[in-house]
């Protein structure tokens, strides 16, 4: 079993600050990247950031310059700062892992697991 624990996120007014943070804990043999995903109300899911464990990182466009992810590999865990915050970054945030996991002895597979989901409202 592989669980992702999300915090972090709340209601904050426009220029305004939050971080979110994700551990992932279980049967992990490997991680190979974590990263934050979002939800706007009626629209799909996509990727705002994801870093490789050799502590590579993408954005999305609309973050650049204003979200930074880290990884903490001792403590699977990752973090995204968020600095200027808007309105139209309101969404439900998800956490994605892809870890390399003990399936049973022996035998490992490759797994993507995602949080619970935690809300980022951005208001005055």
């Known amino acids: 079993q592989v669980q992702l624990v999300e915090s972090g996120g709340g209601l904050v007014q426009p220029g305004g600050s939050l971080t979110l943070s994700c551990a992932v804990s279980g049967s992990i043999v490997s991680l190979y990247a974590m990263g934050w995903y979002r939800q706007p109300p009626g629209q799909e899911r996509d990727p705002v950031a994801i870093i490789a464990a050799g502590g590579t990182a993408t954005y999305a466009d609309s973050v650049k310059g204003r979200f930074t992810i880290s990884l903490d590999n001792a403590k699977n865990t990752v973090y995204l700062q968020m600095n200027s915050l808007k309105p139209e970054d309101t969404a439900v945030y998800y956490c994605?892992?892809?870890?390399?996991?003990?399936?049973?002895?022996?035998?490992?597979?490759?797994?993507?697991?995602w949080g619970q989901g935690t809300q980022v409202t951005v208001s005055s």
């Open positions: 994605h892992a892809q870890v390399e996991q003990r399936v049973r002895e022996g035998v490992n597979a490759d797994y993507i697991h």
